[in-house]
């Protein structure tokens, strides 16, 4: 059957039928003309372990790679069982193991080589009965004796027809530098007894060529911080160079054209030794000149920021804390770059510590000399605290207003006062969690007519959402006047102490303490009333 085509009315005359835009004149598009067509990718080329090594003496490159590995472990985690929120318990003696086995440290350790090389291990020496090539005897733990950090140089994959396509799925690891571990006669080890952390996420095919490992995080960041650290030294460099002495002798070029050389230099000897015995140059005024030329810096500064704000996006580390610089911006406090890399951090706890800690875990409690005596709880998980830590005034701020939705709760009947008392101040320290007590009433209290249910004056009803959402985003601190959350015995129409006597005054306060408070009646317009109309009364009265 002959092929049939239809002319859809999409090609030229000429038969080319072009996608994009181009133009002639200005070369955009054109081959030949157009530079940027020629810009094109290449395949990557991974530092070598000497390079790797050599960028993490530097300053910057190295606390890239330390920071990520540091904040992640500051705060540790805690092994949790039962219930959610206030209801989970923590399995009792976790922490002392954590301390003797030195978990943090070497968590810590074992990112910061993944960090910086792409991949490390931690190697476990479990006392199981079994030798360090099988598979771990989860039934007949008795004690984890120690771990050992080892980066990927260090410790690779022995690759079989099981692992062939996927290397990071091996079975065994070979111990390349035995000397460097406890236990050098260990050569081949199962990968129960080894807690893998991989580097940088790489497509299936160019981890194959990495040998099964993650990527440097300094291999992305490399180029910026080659351009950053070439114009710093360029510009100091040029600080020292800063003006360029000019000494002009007239008659210069045929004084050496005719080989007098020897009385040039003689002159300039001279001239240098005459500024050195009195600090001044002596010349001929009519055959000779003496200048300084001063160089032009300017843009330098605006250059290096771009670099420097090249290199903060290539690490994913905001500029407060890879360059430990103070906030920067009108009314900027630095709280919403904390939050944000808090988060950025939790990701990456997520991503880089769970796995391998819940391994872990399980193993110390199986063991018989373990903290559960061989007893793993049901439902158990490994939960991180949190990296983000409120300052005092944000404290405060929360706890009011959690303090208002239990009242509010309260009123409605769906919390008992004794229930919040012992979800907020029942345990060690004070906690947003709670759980509903089923033994105790929740019928709403009898406070008669409708004023039961009534938002105190000033206040905010934490029910409606258009008077009592507030913002929690840590970008500015919130007027303590516009929370409201004051009760009756606050508010000026209810203070008994003060006695307004001049009316007129009185009402001058009031007007002003409406046009300068959002809020009104609140605690603090009340106190500014009572401060302005003390103030006029003064004036006008004298005492």
Known sequence: MAEESIELGHVAENGVRNDGLSNVFTGMGVSGRDKSLSTQTEPIVFLTQEELEGLYGEWLPRRIVDIYAEQATRRGFKVLF???GAAAEEVAGIEQTVEDLYILENFMLASKNSRLYGGSVILLYIDDGRRADQPVNKSN????E????????????????????????????QII??????????????????????????????????????????????????????????????????DIFVHK????????????????????????????????????????????????????????????????????????????????????????????????????QQASFHRPLKKLMEYIMLSSDGPTKGRVPDSWRVHFNDLFELNEREKA????????????YIQLGVLHPKEVA??????????????LDPSLPRELPDQGGEKKLAVPPGGRDPMNEE?????????????DAQAGLFLERDLEAKRGDVVFTDKELHNRAVASAKSKFKVWPSAYASGYVVQQYKSMYKKKHGS
């Open 146 to 173: 120690g771990m050992e950090v080892l980066d990927r140089w260090q410790i690779a994959p022995v690759i079989n027809e099981e692992n062939l396509y996927d290397y990071s799925k091996a079975t065994y690891y």
């Open 467 to 479: 008077n009592g959402t507030l913002p929690m985003d840590g970008t500015r601190e919130v007027a």
């Open 249 to 348: 002798i007239k008659g210069l070029s045929q004084m050496l054209a005719a080989g007098k050389e020897g009385d040039v230099r003689n002159r300039l000897i001279l001239n240098d030794m005459s500024k050195s015995v009195y600090r001044g140059y002596a010349i001929d005024a009519d055959k000779e000149e003496l200048e300084f030329l001063g160089r032009n810096f300017g843009g330098i500064g605006e250059i290096l920021e771009k670099l420097r704000v090249d290199i903060i996006g290539a690490s994913k580390i905001p500029h407060t804390v890879l360059f430990g610089e103070s906030p920067s911006g009108l009314g900027s406090t630095g709280r919403s770059e904390e939050r944000d890399f808090a988060k950025t951090l939790a990701d990456y």
């Open 177 to 242: 530098s035995g000397d460097l571990i406890n236990k050098p006669q260990l050569v081949r080890i199962h990968k129960d007894r080894i807690l893998r952390f991989d580097g940088d996420w790489l497509p299936y095919r160019i981890r194959q060529r990495n040998y099964g490992w993650g990527m440097s995080s300094l291999q992305t960041v490399y180029d910026s911080f080659k351009h950053y650290w070439t114009g710093l030294h360029s510009t100091a460099t040029l600080m020292s160079e800063f």
């Open 397 to 408: 701020d929360v706890r009011a207003r959690v303090a208002a939705v239990d009242g509010r």
């Open 141 to 144: 733990i008795r004690s984890i």
């Open 422 to 435: 012992e979800a907020r101040y029942g345990g060690s320290e004070w906690s947003m969690e709670l759980t």
């Open 82 to 84: 039962g219930g959610e």
